[in-house]
């Protein structure tokens, strides 16, 4: 594990060996702050051994699809007015729920985790009427926007910097029924010519991480209107202060947020509105 300050330059020094065909993943350890860094692929050690030291574990794993074996964990389940099921399991939705088709897969957001569950919860009380114009920006598998498109009937963008994810989103909003709702570019932030010709937004939807999230702050402000919202999650509730602290100096006050946990951690997703 490392720093959260160090976190940055670990991974350009290990970005090499994605061209010897292995992965580089990173994520925030809870309570005590530092980040766990994983390398994973099937290439030469060799390769690995010269860019790290010592301290670091080596595990062998099985020869497992685990994408196939995660799929056949993930069972449905509802979350406000959702029914989040995978593509193997369309039975048995309750009565007056919307369901979500996600298959767990390469891109984040099957609406397990306790940030995709707490913007799930918190698009559901929002009112149809102040959300005409809005984007989800760190899309991954396009759970949000497709449950804003289902929710509201309305045009949806979202956005990824991962190629692969928004071919992902893509697809999902076929299978959802919404593919001619849900628009999705790829971009860094609102960067790409597409976002920013919808400007200004009602509502900003971000469920990425605490750092990015503030660095995106002042881009955020100026492209959301006077009175719209954003809505933040992918921070540990412990980040809160410091997130809210960056918007509350662009203009944002907080309306309300939610807690829930996912594997020993409290997340914290904040809903606040531009003055």
């Known amino acids: 594990m490392f720093p959260a300050s160090q976190r940055l330059a670990r991974e350009h020094e290990l970005e090499p060996l994605s061209e010897f065909g292995f992965i580089v993943t990173s994520h925030e350890v809870s309570r005590d702050g530092p980040w766990r860094i994983e390398i994973f692929g099937q290439g030469d050690k060799a390769k690995v051994a010269t860019a790290i030291d010592r301290n670091w574990q080596w595990e062998e794993l099985p020869d497992i699809d685990w994408v196939a074996e995660n799929q056949r964990s993930f069972k449905p389940f509802q979350v406000g007015p959702f029914w989040v099921h995978p593509s193997h399991a369309r039975d048995g939705m309750p009565d007056g729920l919307l369901p979500l088709e996600i298959d767990a897969g390469m891109a984040f957001g099957t609406g397990t985790h306790a940030t995709t569950r707490g913007c799930l919860e918190m698009l559901a009380t929002l009112d149809k009427t102040e959300t005409a114009n809005a984007v989800d920006i ?74 990015p999230l503030m660095e995106l702050s002042d881009s955020f402000a100026a492209a959301t209107r006077s009175g719209g919202r954003v809505l933040l999650s992918g921070l540990l509730v412990e980040q809160a202060d410091m997130v809210l602290s960056s918007y509350k100096r662009r203009g944002f006050e907080p309306e309300r947020h939610i807690d829930l946990e996912t594997g020993g951690a409290w997340w914290r997703t904040l809903l606040l509105r531009r003055a």
């Open 138 to 211: 760190g899309c991954g598998s396009g759970i949000l926007a497709i449950a804003m498109a289902k929710l509201w009937r309305r045009p949806v963008v979202g956005s990824d910097d991962d190629p692969q994810a928004v071919e992902i989103a893509i697809d999902n909003a076929k299978l959802n029924g919404v593919a001619g709702l849900c628009q999705f570019v790829m971009s860094t932030g609102l960067r790409a010519p597409e976002l920013a010709a919808k400007a200004p937004y009602d509502l900003i939807v971000a469920n990425i991480l605490a750092s």
